[in-house]
């Protein structure tokens, strides 16, 4: 088995796409299949070495990694050679009408209440009549001659589906320019570089009846189809890589973690609510391709910030010591409860271990709690012993005792259970906090 992702290097990743290559990627490992990363950069107007090289980034960010890599810029005298058989085959036809032309019998078509198929009027042209286009400067472009049969198969996602030949237009697969379009490159790739299953979007069904009869006529096997209803954003809006919508890389400067947006993704379009995983490999037992359906799953920011908190308080020390310098575990254990993004840990790192300007409310109260202070060494035990004594000495209890004190030793009025805090800080340090002092 060998699944693909085929991103065009004109944009960055958004979540839809992620979508896409995480579900080839969860399903090829799952089967013991390979995964191919393939660059579609025939678009060379728009496609660019800057945005391939952003994709790989996303992908590794997400640890999506592949075991093969192709370039559709590599293999235009693949999509020559193929062309070439389908015109032997009386498959690939020249047609010589202008945009315009088009355009125009699209719009009669429609307004007698008809589909906008082409009328193949092309194939009536005599040699004559096609010399005189050509005297005229027009260069053709070449259509795919579709059998008018029925096209049947069994999608991966939506089940049995059926189109009718004659229901559909012949395809254009070659540019005036003579560039091949994406119908046949994807077509040429996928049969010989072996790709046994495609998982794509739903706005590319119709596209696999065309290309289901283009793989037969090249002589090959017809890969199984899955076809994903297409992600929105929490409004319901489309998402588009050439706008930037909830990039990869916007959504990682916000401090997102991979795994968080892997486990959110996948679950999207299924029953299940996203695990909080800590690796793909835990993710993959949850993952059941069977389980999306039908209806438009919706990407939702606050959902994602909330796993991601979820996530972050399940993570263990070693999948981020090397992330923070400076993090030991006992401090890990401390603040991870707390954390929505593991950028705030590098704060609650300093409060713990740096120098920081206590917010000292009540003076008078917090230079008696430093007199109270116990010997070292402390142990998560400490807190409740010096507050306890502090409670009778002063009467204080609730938000009057430990506003005080959270203030003076963290300099916030929030954060992670001071019983866990306190020893991180040490006594020196806490007694100076408490008398104001920076420390």
Known sequence: MKLRFAPSPTGRLHVGNARVALINWLYARQQGGSFLLRMDDTDEERSTAAFAEGIEADLRWLGLSWDEFARQSDRY????????????AGRLYPCYETPEELSLKRKALLNA????????AALGLSDQQRAAFEAEGRRPHWRFKLAHEAIEWTDLVRGPQHFEGEKLSDPVLIREDGRPLYTLSSVVDDAELGVTHVIRGEDH???TAVQAQLFQALGAEVPAFGHLPLLTDAEGKGLSKRLGSLSLEALREEGVEAMTLNAYLAALGTPEAAPAVASLSELLTHFDLSRYGRATPKFDPSDLKLLNARILHHTPFEAVAERLPGLDPQTWEAIRPNLE????????LAICHAPIAPNIEEPDFTLEAARFLPPEPWSEETWGEWTSALKQATGRKGKQLFLPLRLALTGLDHGPELKALLPLIGRERADKRLRGETA
């Open 77 to 88: 005298q693949r999509y020559e050679e193929a062309a070439e058989r389908l015109k032997q």
């Open 113 to 120: 209440g008809r589909p906008p198929i082409y009328d193949r």
């Open 205 to 207: 069904v119709a596209n």
């Open 341 to 348: 993004t593991l950028q705030e840990a590098s704060a609650w």
